[in-house]
């Protein structure tokens, strides 16, 4: 017996009959299904709104400040370094951020330096250290001017 003998005998077993016909279109389904589906403009849309606009929006509050590495926004694990140099920690404070509770602290710490920079409330530093819901003071810490 050949291979394909096996998977027709294996699709014929899960309920479907009637020949060659089913096997490619449940092939030709697959591939048009993983290209096109609307899953696929979700992600993207999600990714646009929690990824590229925090992204953005750091970019746009490091030049704001005039940080000369404003380009480590872009880069997934290297915003924390950013965000550390904004706020005026040193670079070993990145370590502290592997320590679970300790983590958390340091990042709201940091995230309230940059909002008391920006001369914004601390309650925003707070709000913009939790995923989902930072992207709200993101956007006026990046779009407003309140320096000095």
Not at 11 to 40: C, H, N
Not at 82 to 92: C, H, Q
């Amino acid at each position: 017996m050949d291979v394909r003998y096996h998977f027709l005998e294996d699709i014929r077993g899960q309920g479907w009959s009637g020949g060659d016909v089913e096997p490619l279109y449940f092939t030709k389904r697959l591939l048009y299904k993983g290209a096109m589906d609307s899953d696929l403009v979700e992600a993207l849309f999600y990714m646009l709104i929690f990824y590229i606009f925090p992204a953005f929006c750091l970019f746009k509050i490091a030049n704001k400040i005039k940080e000369p590495n404003s380009w480590m926004a872009w880069i997934p694990f290297l915003h924390f370094e950013l965000i550390f140099n904004i706020a005026g920690k040193s670079s070993g404070t990145i370590f502290l951020v592997l320590i679970p509770g300790v983590n958390l602290y340091v990042y709201i710490t940091a995230w309230i330096a940059i909002a008391e920079m920006l001369n914004e409330p601390k309650s925003m530093g707070v709000i913009a250290s939790f995923p989902v819901i930072n992207i709200f003071p993101l956007y006026f810490f990046a779009f407003r001017s309140n320096l000095p």
